[in-house]
């Protein structure tokens, strides 16, 4: 097993964009973040990925944010790049992250309401031919596009693995069945959707909450390791409410959740863009603010 592979089967921590009060870009800011993420031992860490607003930052943020990330890194624990948006962009932005130092790229899911099944095939191949020899890892939000599709998106060279980030898990067993046992199959739905996943052969998970309570996620990646499901959801339940928080208004509040809590915790990266929520309203800061004391996370 490579480092990488070792890594994909860890966690995923997608590192959120900092903004000053101008709405600029602040990557300085996502140093602390990294350096607590580290030192807690969270596996791999992702630029540009949802958490991140990838599809709210201008394509130049995001390559600024990569290059950020990969500083910040400095080659001590493998990062995964971000790409997506137009086939151009994508291309263009895979370029850019294999530039700054990326050690494997993320592939978003086209948000396009006319995208193919075959289509997106098509895309993934195109980006493959680009990253010359950077391994994809694909981000499915939506598994309607069939498990023969999904088959053939496994097969093309270069591709990984797959961050699976719907709740069917009946779905993702029938996918892992139909493809290469090669496949790194992650759980795409952070620590609440990890044990379900695992059940059926995912192995590791993304999280946005590595950004404010790493320990936490390293502790519930280390219970499922060892296969202990109950002291996994006993760590889950200690940290449900602030992905219930995250959840709602459509998961409008899912990066306003994070960045709400950074605040509080004394590390203040900016608000969220529109479209996400911001800021959280009085009765979710309270919950929020209730889930930091009871919880005693530690502050900045």
């Known amino acids: ?106 592939v978003h899911q086209s948000p396009d309401p006319f995208s193919a099944p075959r289509g997106f095939v098509e895309y993934v191949r195109r980006v493959a031919g680009i990253a010359d020899g950077l391994p994809l890892m694909l981000y499915l939000r939506n598994d309607a596009i069939g498990t023969k599709t999904i088959a053939e998106l496994c097969a093309i060279e270069g591709v990984a693995g797959v961050k699976w980030a719907t709740p069917n898990v009946l779905k993702l067993a029938e996918a892992i069945g139909a493809t290469d046992p090669s496949i790194i199959w992650v759980g795409g739905l952070a620590e609440t959707w990890a044990p379900p996943l695992y059940a059926v052969g995912a192995r590791g998970f993304t999280s946005g909450l590595i950004n404010v309570w790493p320990e936490r996620s390293v502790a519930i990646h280390a219970a499922l390791a060892r296969g202990d499901y109950q002291a996994a959801g006993a760590l889950i339940a200690g940290m449900k409410v602030f992905e219930e928080i995250r959840a709602e208004e459509l998961n409008g509040t899912n990066v306003t959740g994070v960045k709400a809590a950074l605040k509080a915790l004394g590390h203040d990266c900016g608000h969220a863009r529109p479209p996400s929520a911001w800021p959280l309203t009085a009765a979710q800061q309270k919950q929020l603010d209730t889930f930091i004391a009871t919880q005693k996370l530690p502050r900045f």
Do not use: W
Not at 18 to 36: F, K
Not at 46 to 72: I, K, P, S
Not at 80 to 106: E, F, P, Y
């Open 1 to 106: 097993m490579t480092k990488l592979t070792e890594a994909l089967t860890g966690i995923s921590g997608i590192l959120v964009t900092p903004y000053d009060h101008d709405d600029q870009i602040a990557p300085a800011l996502q140093g602390p973040i990294v350096e607590r993420a580290i030192a807690a031992g969270v596996h791999i860490l992702v630029a540009n990925g949802n958490t991140g607003e990838f599809y709210a930052l201008t394509l130049d943020e995001a390559e600024r944010m990569v290059h950020a990330a990969a500083e910040h890194i400095n080659h001590r624990i493998p990062l995964l790049g971000g790409v997506g948006r137009s086939i151009h962009d994508a291309c263009h932005l895979a370029k850019v992250s294999k530039k700054a130092g990326a050690d494997a790229l993320m």
